[in-house]
Structure formats: structure tokens, C-alpha cells
RNA sequence: UGGGGCGUCGACAAACGGCAAGUCAGGAGAUUUUGGAUCUCCCAUGUGGAGGUUCGAAUCCUCCCGCCCCAGCCA
């Protein structure tokens, strides 16, 4: 071991303190517990980093569990999105998948051990009238008129409940603690309420279903997990957690809280990724501008990319905002060394080479990634009439601009040097349509003889050999980084980016791409990462921008102005 | 006016009474057949504030200030 360890977060701490102490027979126990509500996000990428990751470690165990105990809101298309979103992050929970609802009669037989011991009732209060009796945050609750039914009594209407005797939300089983509580979920927080609704695991075998708070606690000390981890707002629930276990003497793990991500140009809560669904602000969950892992997926992002950056923003109890540059970076970090480069022009303007011959053809060497000389080299094609980049030509360059210029010579990427000697304009308009070039045959490769400079080096594909494709260019979710921060009375839907994405449809890609297969990640040079969508069809490929690459010209021409 | 947390660089985040790490962003330069990548350097005389303890304080104590969470039969 080095003397220097790589600093870490205080819950692994508290684990390397606990493993000292042989705590929990020197056993780490972890577990990721969604919710099948709805899909994962970057923010439950940091849980699972966390969870699985700890377990991996500390030659430990991580559970995946559902917590569906609210057969409203629950569905099994979120299950096996979720299964897959946590497989396709790298990691393995084997055979220890598990559900809340697995636990539904371990829980009723809790519930009722705790009647006995006089620590739980039946209330039949309303849901109106329990909030009235609870109090507010200054004053305390006071106690339900139900409170002190004999244990007998309460013993028979929680069989009733579970019988289905009553209706939704006639009664609820209720934790006896304290009514006078400071910390309100201590007011006799409710552990069971009667819903009368199908359950995707237990179908209609249940009416009445536990709370979060009592199903949660108990479930970690069934699995035997060491550590619960969870995030800030739980703080408050610790000491319920605490209190159930206690009362039924059971095992006992640990909750530990940590601060949730928050992510700058974008809302990471199911609550507005739900709306953004539901409202067509974007095309679905896994739309490439949403920060759900499937968006990210369908994006171009790698778990690679996923796993560090959850790595790099650390784990701490600090609210935070995390910068989007930072994922971006983490991205262009993991592609930079894994993707094929390629030449694509994205708003494509003719190039003629005037003293190419017209019936020349010929296929230059190009090579595939300079960070890997193991990805070897291709052939592209050349001719007389190519396509480069509009915004690689200005007929009035402002100073620093170094491409293609009336009059100036460039290189074209591991081809010719060309230089500038006409500038074709439509008639009406003034749009420039084409531009009539002059190339060095003595600069074959992209070198010339005399070692004279160029300044810039473009790329292009041959107008006859390229194929046409769809480009999709996506752009921040949100225009500010924190909506929060907006105006009163603003909600997030204020700040969405109108820009948000840009459907190019007549690009031009070097004909190598044809048959890219869907989920193929690339950098056109000079422009960003980009993969092949699922909307490709044979021929014509449809490609999503998935990260820019850094661009200095840009930031320099955005000072001129 | 209750209870629970949290304040270290533009954004994350270390430090555990002994010289304020690192990363992203930003800036300058070198290099470059991608204005990419890479490399070098710069970027907190100071840790929300004020006192105190100490040879020595981001760290311990006191008071103050600010921010977040909690009044679902959601999780």
C-alpha cells in the first residue's frame, strides 16, 4: 500500500471503521431500492455507483431491490427498464432480485406483533382529520381519539382491513410513538393504509399496503443489509426507521444519508422527467436530451463515461450542482481513445477542383483513430467535386480565422492542399452554391514537399462516393443551469431550450458508414462524437450528436463579436 | 416560533489541531495533418461572519448569519 490513499467519502469511511470494529459479522451489505415508477436517471446512476460499487470493494453484496409497496403509481414496464438500465451500467446483483412486496406477509406479521405490544392502532380517522391532528411544524399534534382501542379491538379491525371489510381509506394502522414530536414523522406516522387496487407482483391478494417508512426499515433487516443508503430528505425518517426496529427487536442495519445529484441545464426529479414525457416536450424517456440513462444510452454515452463520472462528483451531504461540462468531459475522455475517426460534413458546400481531371478518381489513406495506431487505417475516396463544411469558408475572414478564405490555401485532411480561386454566388439571392478551388498534386497525403505551412486542415468527403444522412444535434435541456434559481413563479418549463435539438437531414458521411450498425460511436473530425441511432434505416443512416468536441475557434470568434 | 441537515475556488471536492489536495470550467504558452488530443504554467495569503482556546484553527468552543429538507393514507 501507498502511503498516499486516495481520499475517500465518509460512508466508506464509516464502513472502514465498521469492518474494524467487525461490526455486522465484518459483512458489507448494500442495496440499490427503486421505485418502479418511472425510469432511471443520472442521479440514480450516483446511487448505484454508490451501492454496487461499495460492494464490490469491500467484497460485499448489493441487492437490487423494488420498493413497490404502492401498486397506484407502480408498473412493470418501469421493472424491466430499470433491470436493464442497471445491467447495462455493469453491474450484477445474480440472484438476489428482490421486491418490497415479497416481504407483504412477513410485514403483516410485524404489524400485528406490534399491536400486541401495544406500539401500533387502528385509526379511523380521515385523511383530512389526520392532518388536522397532526399539527403543524410549530405546534404539536394531538393525540387520535383512536389511540388507546384495546389491543383486542385493534387485533380485529387490522384483520378486517386485510379482509377487505372496508373501503379506501376508511382506516389505517398507525404507529404509536409521539404525537408531541418535534420531528413530525414521529406523530404517529401511518403504517398501513387500505387500498383497494391490483398490485403488479401480488396482484389482488392484498387490500391494505405498507408505508414506505415501515416497509423500508424491515425489509434491510430481512435482506441483512449492513448499510442502508439513502438520500437527504431521509434524514428526518432515521429515527422511525430506528424506532420499528427497535420495537420488534429485530436486526438493525444502518441508513445513511448523502446528498442527492443535481445536474446544471437539466431537472433530474421523476416528477418533471414524467412531464417532459407526458407533455411531448421531448419524444420519449428515452428522448437523447434526457438525462435518464436510456437517453444517455441512446445519446452515445458509455457506462465507462457514466461510472467515472459518477466517480469524479464525489459523495459528500452537500447540497450541489453539479456542471454538465463535467459529464460532457467524461464522455470525450472515454471516446477519444475508443472511437473510429471519420469525416462527415454536416451543411455540406460544393467544392470543384478545376484542374483535377474530370475522370480521376483515387483512394487516400486515412487513419482511423491517431490515439490507436492499433485501429489501422482506411481508404477514402476523392474526386473532383467534394463537399466541405460551410462554416469552413468566409468570402471576408475576420483575423485569426485560418480556413478557407478567397485566395487561401488549406489542407484537406490526409488528401491535397487546395487554394481558394473563385467564389460562385446564385444570381438572386448572393448565397454562395460552390466554390472553385486549385489543388497541389505534390501534396498527396496532406504534406507538401517544401515543408511550406498551412494553417488550417479541413475535412471533406467526395461528392459522388458520399452517402446522405440524418444528423440530429442536441443541446442543453434547459437554457440556465438552474431553474430553481429563475424567476418567481417560474417553473422549469419556463427555461426549455427551443434549441434543444437540430435535425440536420442532408449531410454528407464518407461512404464507409453505409452499414453502420446501430449503437456504432464515431467522431466526425472536427466535429464531435456521434452515434448511429435507431432510427437509421438502410442507407440512410441517422446519426446523434452525442458530445461536441472542444472547439477553440468558437470561443475565439464568440470574443469578436 | 418546532425538528433535522449543510456552508472550503465559477462548479464538484479533499483536509480529521501542524504549510488550503485533486478534478471540471476559465486563462496563457508549447506542440499538432482534427482550432481535437497531449504537455507546461496560472487560477482560495484563505475556508459564511464575529469572538475565544492554542505555540499553531477550515478543523475545538461560543454567538451570529445564510441555504436546504419535513406538516402524503408518496417514495
Request: proline share 6%; charged share 30%.
Amino acid at each position: 500500500m501507498e502511503e498516499k490513499e486516495k481520499p475517500v467519502d465518509f460512508i466508506r469511511e464509516i464502513i472502514r471503521e465498521d469492518l474494524k470494529n467487525k461490526k455486522y459479522d465484518s459483512r458489507v451489505h448494500t442495496r440499490f431500492p427503486p421505485e418502479p415508477n418511472g425510469y432511471l436517471h443520472i442521479g440514480h446512476a450516483k446511487s448505484i455507483c454508490l451501492n454496487f460499487g461499495i460492494a464490490e470493494e469491500f467484497k460485499g453484496l448489493c441487492n437490487l431491490r423494488f420498493d413497490d409497496t404502492n401498486p397506484t403509481k407502480e408498473e412493470v414496464e418501469y421493472v424491466e427498464a430499470i433491470k436493464k438500465d442497471v445491467k447495462w451500467l455493469g453491474f450484477d446483483w445474480q440472484d438476489r432480485e428482490y421486491y418490497a412486496s415479497d416481504y407483504f406477509e412477513k410485514l403483516y406479521e410485524y404489524a400485528v406483533e406490534l399491536i400486541k405490544k401495544g406500539k401500533a392502532y387502528v385509526c379511523d380517522l380521515t385523511a383530512d382529520e389526520i392532518r388536522e391532528y397532526r399539527g403543524t411544524l410549530t405546534a404539536p399534534g394531538k393525540d387520535s381519539p383512536y389511540r388507546n382501542r384495546p389491543v383486542e379491538e385493534n387485533l380485529d379491525l387490522f384483520e378486517r382491513m386485510r379482509k377487505g371489510e372496508f373501503s379506501d381509506g376508511l382506516r389505517t394502522l398507525r404507529a404509536k410513538i409521539d404525537m408531541k414530536s418535534g420531528n413530525i414523522n414521529m406523530r404517529d406516522p401511518v403504517m398501513y393504509r387500505i387500498l383497494h387496487a391490483g398490485h403488479h407482483m401480488t396482484g389482488n391478494k392484498w387490500c391494505i399496503y405498507p408505508i414506505y417508512d415501515y416497509a423500508h426499515c424491515i425489509s434491510d433487516s430481512i435482506e441483512g443489509i449492513t448499510h442502508s443508503i439513502c438520500t437527504l430528505e431521509f434524514e428526518d425518517h432515521r429515527p422511525l426507521y430506528d424506532w420499528f426496529l427497535d420495537k420488534l427487536g429485530v436486526y438493525h442495519p444502518r441508513q445513511i444519508e448523502f446528498a442527492r445529484l443535481n445536474l446544471s441545464h437539466t431537472v433530474l426529479s421523476k416528477r418533471k422527467l414524467i412531464q417532459l414525457v407526458q407533455e411531448g416536450h421531448v419524444k420519449g424517456w428515452d428522448d437523447p436530451r434526457m438525462p435518464t440513462i436510456s437517453g444517455l444510452r441512446r445519446r452515445g454515452y458509455t457506462p465507462k463515461a457514466i461510472r467515472n463520472f459518477c466517480e469524479r462528483i464525489g459523495i459528500a451531504k452537500r447540497e450541489n450542482m453539479v456542471d454538465m461540462s463535467l459529464l460532457e468531459y467524461c464522455i470525450r475522455e472515454d471516446l477519444n481513445k475508443k472511437a473510429p475517426r471519420v469525416m462527415a460534413v454536416l451543411r455540406p458546400l460544393r467544392v470543384v477542383i478545376i484542374n483535377y481531371p474530370e475522370d480521376q478518381a483515387e483512394e487516400l489513406e486515412a487513419i482511423n483513430n491517431p490515439e490507436d495506431p492499433l485501429m489501422g487505417t482506411r481508404k477514402v475516396p476523392f474526386s473532383r467535386v467534394l463537399y466541405v463544411e460551410k462554416d469552413d469558408f468566409r468570402e471576408n475572414p475576420p483575423k485569426d480565422f485560418f480556413r478557407l478564405a478567397p485566395g487561401r490555401e488549406v489542407r484537406l485532411r490526409y488528401a491535397y492542399y487546395i487554394t481558394c480561386v473563385d467564389v460562385i454566388k446564385d444570381r438572386t439571392t448572393g448565397e454562395i452554391t460552390e466554390l472553385h478551388c486549385t489543388y497541389d498534386p505534390a501534396t498527396r497525403g496532406g504534406d507538401s514537399p517544401d515543408r511550406r505551412k498551412v494553417k488550417a486542415t479541413l475535412h471533406w468527403v467526395s461528392a459522388p462516393n458520399s452517402i446522405e444522412a440524418e444528423i440530429r444535434l442536441y443541446d442543453h435541456l434547459l437554457t440556465v443551469p438552474d431553474p430553481s434559481e429563475g424567476k418567481e413563479g417560474k417553473d422549469f418549463k419556463a427555461y426549455i431550450n427551443p434549441k434543444s435539438l437540430e435535425t440536420l437531414t442532408s449531410c454528407h458521411v464518407e461512404p464507409g458508414l453505409r452499414h453502420a450498425a446501430v449503437g456504432n460511436r464515431y467522431q466526425f473530425e472536427r466535429q464531435g462524437y456521434f452515434c448511429v441511432d435507431s432510427d437509421s434505416i438502410e442507407g440512410k443512416p441517422v446519426f446523434n450528436r452525442t458530445a461536441t468536441l472542444k472547439d477553440t475557434w468558437a470561443k475565439i470568434e464568440k470574443k469578436l463579436i
